[in-house]
């Protein structure tokens, strides 16, 4: 019952799904792995459960306000708390060699509604449970591709939704500061996944290590940074 419990969302592949299997490895961290496909999310927690490791899916569409609802209700009447929060899933929608000028609208507003309203949801949603404890750490994968001291040309509704995932993160952690709830961003690096691609240099093991060294630090760590290879990097 004292255990921490660990939410993340897109767990069902890629760096999310190694997230959950990085936290679940340490003592005292029950995960809760979710992911929009309920069928591919159990498949992937059964994985999880058959490594030994005490985890508990439940489906979320981080897209969607009703489902951010029934799962917050349900994590609260289950769980009874909520201590890390990784917000993970994440989209890229730009077709290939898109630039600004010839991007549809579209596709910024369904990028940002997994990307950036997806995260504002699930942690208007699971804050007060942190608040309650004076506890919590919540991650938000990032990418180098939303640095505005790196910016460059390509995939803009994907750079857009993570700059503001970066401010959405800094906004909070400067409301939260000494509340015991850190707040940081990070960036996987360029990773081997469905979205990365199979020519990425890196693992998912590398991927997640940075995610889940913020979403387990210890309460004198840093509050609204950004990191990659747990390292600050520049906004
Ligand atoms: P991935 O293999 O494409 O996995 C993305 C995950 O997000 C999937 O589980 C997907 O679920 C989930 N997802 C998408 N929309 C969702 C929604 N509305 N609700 C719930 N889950 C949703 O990508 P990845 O490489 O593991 O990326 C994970 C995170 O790292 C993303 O935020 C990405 O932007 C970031 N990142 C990745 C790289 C890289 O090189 N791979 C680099 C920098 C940052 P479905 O299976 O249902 O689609």
Known sequence: ??????????????????????LGRRDGIRVVPTARDGTRGNAAAGKLRDEGLDVEFHPLDVASESSVETFAAWLEATCKRCDILV??????????GSRVLDSKVK?????????????LL??????????????????NVSSGQGQLSDMGAGT??????????????????AEL???????????????RTDMGGTGAPRT??????????LATLPDDGPNGGFFRD??????
Do not use: H
């Open 230 to 235: 747990r390292k600050p990097i520049p906004w």
């Open 1 to 22: 019952m004292d255990k921490r419990v660990a939410v993340v969302t897109g767990a069902n592949r890629g760096i999310g799904f190694e997230i959950c299997r990085q």
């Open 177 to 191: 500061r000494g509340s015991g709830i850190l707040v940081n961003a990070m960036c996987p690096g360029w990773v």
């Open 87 to 96: 917000n993970n899933a994440g989209v890229m929608l730009d077709p290939r």
């Open 122 to 139: 699930l942690i208007q949603a699971l804050a007060p449970l942190m608040k309650r404890n004076g506890y919590g750490r919540i991650v």
């Open 156 to 173: 803009p509704a994907y750079r857009v939704s993570k700059t503001a995932l970066n401010a959405l993160t800094r906004t909070l952690a």
């Open 107 to 119: 596709t910024y507003r369904d990028t940002l509604a997994t990307n950036l309203i997806g995260p």
């Open 204 to 213: 998912v093991a590398q991927g997640a290590d940075t995610a889940v060294w």
